[in-house]
């Protein structure tokens, strides 16, 4: 069935640097889009999201991109800092669908 | 404290014991929604409640599986005749139906089957 999955299980990055989680989804009437954040033993927390009608939205330190032409959607995190380690999931919404098709997850490690 | 609330946070019960959990929602929020989620998974859509009516299901919550939102405000999920794969999480998310459906997490949950 059609369903919402990430490309990498572990990213690993330095802290400070840029880090750049990506997600495909292949509901191609999905209109709605979420990255959450969740940490151990932590229920999802939300990070940003974007709509079908928008490619790209920014907030603090975080920017969304999606690309509806490959169905793509990735979260970009700058300067990371150690309290950003967590595992990351998308989540999509859409197709007649009210509740939230999430991925996978990837996990986030930050390295001092 | 104006987040989502689940009690209990962990639970350990007997295969074939019933069980039950409550989420207080936002206070504002009309929609509440209940997520299982296994380990290293993501979170996987039960239910959905807008105000007390109960409007989509999965085909994942079984018949064992009731949910009831009374008043419109907090919900409960029962499982009875709790199974060992029934172990997880169970999250709760609540949101206020505007057209958008950001949902806000609960701390969840964990629900232990021996």
């Known amino acids: 069935g059609e369903s919402v999955g990430l490309h990498l299980p572990t990213l690993s990055v330095q802290e400070g640097d840029n880090s750049i989680i990506n997600c495909a989804y292949s509901n191609s009437a999905s209109d709605y889009f979420i990255w959450y954040k969740q940490e151990s033993g932590k229920g999802p927390q939300f990070i940003i999201d974007?709509?079908?009608?928008?490619d790209k939205r920014q907030g603090q330190r975080v920017t969304v991109l999606l690309n509806k032409t490959v169905k793509h959607l990735s979260l970009q995190i700058a300067a990371t800092q150690p309290g950003d380690s967590a595992v990351y999931f998308c989540?999509?919404?859409?197709?007649?669908?009210?509740?939230?098709?999430f991925g996978k997850g990837t996990h986030l490690i930050i390295q001092p | 404290d104006t987040g989502v609330s689940q009690d209990p946070r962990h639970k350990i019960t007997k295969r074939g014991q019933n069980v039950t959990f409550r989420c207080d929602p936002i206070?504002?929020?009309?929609?509440l929604y209940w997520y299982r989620q296994t380990l290293g998974q993501g979170p996987e859509f039960l239910t959905y409640?807008?105000?007390?009516?109960?409007?989509?299901k999965s085909r994942l919550l079984s018949d064992r599986f009731s949910a009831e939102r009374p008043k419109g405000s907090f919900s409960t999920l029962e499982i009875q005749r709790t199974e060992q794969g029934d172990s997880a999480m169970y999250l709760c998310?609540?949101?206020?139906?505007?057209?958008?459906?950001?949902?806000?997490f609960g701390q969840g949950t964990r629900l232990t089957v021996v």
């Open positions: 998310a609540s949101s206020l139906w505007t057209g958008s459906t950001e949902a806000f």
């Open positions: 206070s504002e929020h009309n929609r």
């Open positions: 974007i709509r079908s009608n928008m």
């Open positions: 989540a999509e919404s859409g197709g007649g669908a009210d509740g939230l098709t």
């Open positions: 409640f807008q105000n007390e009516a109960q409007l989509e």
